[in-house]
């Protein structure tokens, strides 16, 4: 069956355009959504969830889910469409969960189909190799990169820069994962700490005596790297790569505050947390085995983000054989 419906737009005839309906449950999970759960007046105040609550927050779960690769996809083909898009009216807009809405000229009609065809024909697995270091400013141009965002031909050449900005002793490197994907889905990683400090105190009376005891407020601050990888194959032999990092650091020590608190002033200290963070985002159609470098500067320390990243494609016998691999290493 055709993946779409055609309804024409109202100015078809003035600019040559169709408004037309893809329909994508398939690629967004909700073809795999189960029946909606009517709750029937059930309640479960003070026990555990009745099956009926926990059957519709199960659903509930896989339906954000759902709509974050809806909204994913939609995303992907504003920024790969070929013809681009330039009419911001013509972005591609989500009806529902499973159902995308574009008006396009004929060439952008006929991308959307290939387009939909290798998401439905391509199923194989992506790896994904990064590294994040953090250099002194400028030591990326000092080697002759001087944009924000630049592509190698190859992985071992991105490598190879990374270790001669690591000749520099300032030099961290951050984090360095390979990651195994499957196209249209979401992976994270995320290194650090969480660090506990006192917000803030309470007084709390206690008996015997009517004793006035400071009770603290404990929060947590995150310091170090996340990322966030979503990818998809394109025509070509290309994937079309959407890219979130960011990275956290504290203000060590931790600046402080003297308060008095109760009603005999009594005198503490609360913590006052300054973290620096940087974020970065991209979108990038990437050849299988090149690498992109995103570079961000990180003022106030005076440092750069870099992030190199490369995809290959990995088939799904050779993906169930590296899962295989990966745990026995663990054990």
């Avoid at 024409?8 to 329909?23: E, K, L």
């Avoid at 504003?78 to 591609?92: G, K």
């Avoid at 002793?169 to 006192?198: F, H, M, W």
Wanted: hydrophobic share 40%; aromatic share 4%; proline share 8%.
């Amino acid at each position: 069956p055709s993946p779409h419906l055609q309804e024409p737009s109202a100015d078809t005839s003035a600019v040559g355009t169709t408004t037309m309906v893809y329909y994508c449950l398939d690629l967004t999970g909700a073809a795999e959504l189960p029946p909606e759960v009517p709750l029937m007046g059930e309640a479960a105040l003070n026990g555990p969830p009745t099956p009926t609550q926990a059957a519709l927050e199960k659903r509930n779960k896989l339906l954000m889910e759902v709509r974050e690769r809806a909204h994913a996809l939609r995303d992907a083909v504003a920024a790969h469409m070929e013809p681009a898009i330039t009419d911001p009216t013509h972005n591609p807009a989500l009806l529902n969960e499973s159902t995308l809405l574009l008006t396009g000229t004929p060439d952008q009609h006929a991308w959307m189909n290939r387009f939909l065809e290798v998401q439905r024909t391509n199923l194989d697995w992506i790896q994904v190799k990064m590294l994040a270091l953090s250099t002194p400013a400028a030591s990326l141009a000092g080697l002759g990169y001087k944009e924000s965002k630049f592509v190698v031909p190859t992985w071992d050449g991105a490598r190879k820069i990374a270790e001669r900005l690591q000749e520099d002793p300032e030099t961290r490197l951050t984090i360095a994962p390979t990651l195994l994907i499957q196209p249209r889905r979401n992976a994270k990683v995320s290194t650090g700490e969480e660090i506990p400090y006192i917000k803030d105190y309470t007084v709390v009376t206690v008996q015997p005596g009517n004793h006035e005891v400071a009770d603290p407020l404990i929060e947590t601050v995150h310091e170090g790297i996340e990322v966030e990888v979503w990818a998809l194959p394109l025509a070509g032999e290309r994937y079309g790569l959407n890219l979130r990092f960011s990275s956290s650091s504290l203000e060590r020590p931790i600046p402080t505050e003297t308060r008095r608190i109760g009603s005999e002033g009594a005198e503490v200290q609360v913590a006052l947390p300054a973290v620096t963070r940087t974020d970065m985002e991209m979108r990038v159609a990437l050849e299988p085995g090149s690498a992109v470098f995103l570079v961000t500067p990180n003022l106030p320390r005076g440092e750069d983000q870099v992030l190199a990243l490369s995809l290959e494609r990995v088939t799904q016998e050779q993906a169930l054989q590296m899962g295989a691999a990966a745990g026995q290493d663990k054990r």
